[in-house]
T-cell receptor, first 112, second 113 residues
Framework: NAGVTQTPKFRVLKTGQSMTLLCAQD?????MYWYRQDPGMGLRLIHYSVGEGTTAKGEVPDGYNVSRLKKQNFLLGLESAAPSQTSVYFCASSGDRVHEQYFGPGTRLTVT | AQSVTQLGSHVSVSEGALVLLRCNYS??????LFWYVQYPNQGLQLLLK??????LVKGINGFEAEFKKSETSFHLTKPSAHMSDAAEYFCAVPYTGGFKTIFGAGTRLFVKA
């Protein structure tokens, strides 16, 4: 079992460029999440999904879009990257809304 | 509003000393409580979880946590710190009003030789 994987691991973007971060899980989990982690800010929820075809906004959704076309994949898109989106992005999945989450290794994104 | 508070953003201990990381939760007794650990340049991984079956919960790497309803606390302890314990630790609780988990701000543990 690979668990939760994230692609890419690192990326540098110029302001205004777009990109998609891919998260994949092989645990048949219904719930998937995207977080960003910044120094001194802890983990902040960007978007989440409670099942295939569903998405919902978290605490900091502005500037991001997501899609969950397949149960195992959760995509995070940046349409027009800004320096404020420089961060480490983590994907996580869970089998139930009250159970533990399984995290991917993270994507380190720098926007110049 | 439901919240989790971790006292101390940084804790420093000597190798072999007791580790105590504090976590307090708000609101009513949660069905679950979690401690996660994040090693440098890695994602979070589950250290232990409370499920109301027992108030003293044992986790990986010699860590344990005790749920105390009277103090609304779920502090994490380890009798003897090891250099490899240096990491950031997060306390977390499922949000009762929705589909997310509330994470504490994290406590970074430093272990001195």
């Amino acid at each position: 079992n690979a668990g939760v994987t994230q692609t890419p691991k690192f990326r540098v973007l110029k302001t205004g460029q777009s990109m998609t971060l891919l998260c994949a899980q092989d645990m048949n989990h219904e719930y998937m999440y995207w977080y960003r982690q910044d120094p001194g800010m802890g983990l902040r929820l960007i978007h989440y999904s409670v099942g295939e075809g569903t998405t919902a906004k978290g605490e900091v959704p502005d500037g991001y879009n997501v899609s969950r076309l397949k149960k195992q994949n959760f995509l995070l898109g940046l349409e027009s990257a800004a320096p404020s989106q420089t961060s480490v992005y983590f994907c996580a999945s869970s089998g139930d809304r009250v159970h533990e989450q399984y995290f991917g290794p993270g994507t380190r994104l720098t926007v110049t | 509003a439901q919240s989790v508070t971790q006292l101390g953003s940084h804790v420093s201990v000597s190798e072999g000393a007791l580790v105590l990381l504090r976590c307090n939760y708000s609101s009513s007794v949660p069905p679950y409580l979690f401690w996660y650990v994040q090693y440098p340049n890695q994602g979070l991984q589950l250290l232990l979880k409370y499920t109301s079956a027992a108030t003293l919960v044992k986790g990986i790497n010699g860590f344990e946590a005790e749920f105390k309803k009277s103090e609304t606390s779920f502090h994490l302890t380890k009798p003897s710190a090891h250099m490899s314990d240096a990491a950031e630790y997060f306390c977390a609780v499922p949000y009762t009003g929705g589909f997310k988990t509330i994470f504490g701000a994290g406590t970074r543990l430093f272990v001195k030789a």
